[in-house]
C-alpha cells in the first residue's frame, strides 16, 4: 500500500500509475489524513462467461407463456394504482 499526500501525487503521479497497475493500492492523505484510496481495476476476462448462473437446464413451466391478466399488464404501464 502506498500512502500520498496530495500535493505528491498530482506531482509525481505517472511514477504511481505504473505500481497501481502492478496491484498495489494508493491511500490519498490530506494533511497526512487518509482521504480516499485508489485501487486498480479489475482484470477483464479473457473468456466469454456464460449466460445465466444455473448449472444445468433450466426449464420454464408452459404457464410462463401465458398471458398476463389486464389488470397486472396495467402496473407494468403504470397506469394501476
Request: aromatic letters at 6%; hydrophobic letters at 35%.
Amino acid at each position: 500500500m502506498i500512502r500520498l499526500n496530495i500535493h505528491e501525487a498530482k506531482t509525481h503521479l505517472s511514477r504511481y500509475l505504473k505500481r497501481l497497475a502492478r496491484g498495489e493500492t494508493i491511500v490519498l492523505c490530506k494533511r497526512n489524513i487518509p482521504i480516499a484510496e485508489i485501487k486498480p481495476l479489475p482484470k477483464p476476462l479473457k473468456k466469454k462467461r456464460p449466460m445465466g448462473s444455473a448449472r444445468g437446464k433450466i426449464e420454464l413451466l408452459p404457464s410462463f407463456f401465458d398471458e398476463l391478466p389486464q389488470e397486472e399488464l396495467a402496473l407494468w404501464y403504470g397506469e394501476g394504482s
